[in-house]
DNA sequence: GATTAGATTCCGAAATACCGGAAATCCGTC
DNA sequence: GACGGATTTCCGGTATTTCGGAATCTAATC
């Protein structure tokens, strides 16, 4: 057969797989190797390595993981797309999206592109006095990063409580409720939620 | 047969493939759905979902690629091992750990810990008035995300240059050099590094 | 131009991923 | 405890991946 590839659902626009064997080939050729190099590297035939090279065939994710060790390359970012910007984003003060109606007494200053989904997204948050900002548990694995540019501010974390003042940082799983507070007056964090 | 992975290189170790099939599992009853559910939603079989789900099948790329878009999850971090540390990890203002040696007029407090290599890196970097920081291109792929928190600094990248202010937010490619200055006073900037 | 060494592609045969329907298992409800 | 309804697993058959060896292609050397 002529396409081996079980293209279903795929529309136009991503076919991220499509890119797999040329980056496949590519990073055996960065390193001068042969076929019969990598097969014997990896446990791979040499024919299976040529025909996923050449798309002609879809790889278990036994064998892709196999590739990938004697390859030397990351399983993960080898199946996403091309992101690459260009230039320089600017994102001006004054026009940063920002929510109010999340949580009471605090602004969130969304400052990461809604794009960037999967890897990680950046806030800055602003609390009055007495402000909270209550959140549900996110997806297992995920950690946020905490540091505390003006202010106090008091960190619920599944059980575990600290208080954090102008300069502290806090690094915790949130694959529980977490609540962030401004007890003492205003306050001014900024937050790096790093997805697991 | 009863066990279909071809698990070959398989040291005591690293086996990450063995943890995919319970996170599937875990991935689609989290969001309350039967395997008839994201059989049609997927157009994977629901038996194939089943094996894959037991560990009694090792699944093409092409057919794990649908599994993950029907259950919404990101197909990079589904390989990767579990990261995740147990509670809140605290960096007091005092004990953040400075680099004062780089650059000029300027001190880098690292706020992320060495050990998470790979992921992102935070800093917090403060400037005095005329302060430089050079930096010599990263790994391709990566990104920074700089916010300023006070003054005003100069942003180079490659051959283009931005004027930001406080809380304003770029972002931009580093396979370049790139370069951040405080020319008109004392600044302070957050700066979150994204691996590639 | 012929020879040789290396790399890649082609070709059965065996293993296994994949599908659709049938059987089995799990629950609530009467 | 028996009866739906829903979910999951088992069981054919088919399609595709995977392997090892043979054939083809690529280039350098003589």
Redesign the interface.
Known sequence: MTSA?????TPPETE??SL?PARLRAARRDQGLSLDAVAKL??VSRSMVSQIERGES?????????LT?ALQVD???L??GA????????????S?PTINNKGQGCSIRI???PEEV???E?Y?IRFAEGGILDSDPHK??S?E?L?V?SGIVR?K??T?V?L??????????V?QPHTISAETGPAQV?L?V???
Chains 1, 2 share one sequence.
């Open positions: 590839m079980t293209d279903n659902s991220v797989l797999l990896s446990g879809s790889p278990t994710i036994a064998t892709l993981w196999n060790r399983f993960a970012g199946l996403e992101t690459d910007a260009p230039g320089i984003e600017v994102l001006r003060d004054a940063v400052l990461s592109p999967g890897r990680h950046v800055d297992r694995g950690r990063h540091t540019i960190l974390a599944g575990q600290e954090l003042k102008a300069g502290d940082t806090a690094r915790y799983p694959d900024f790096v790093q997805d697991g």
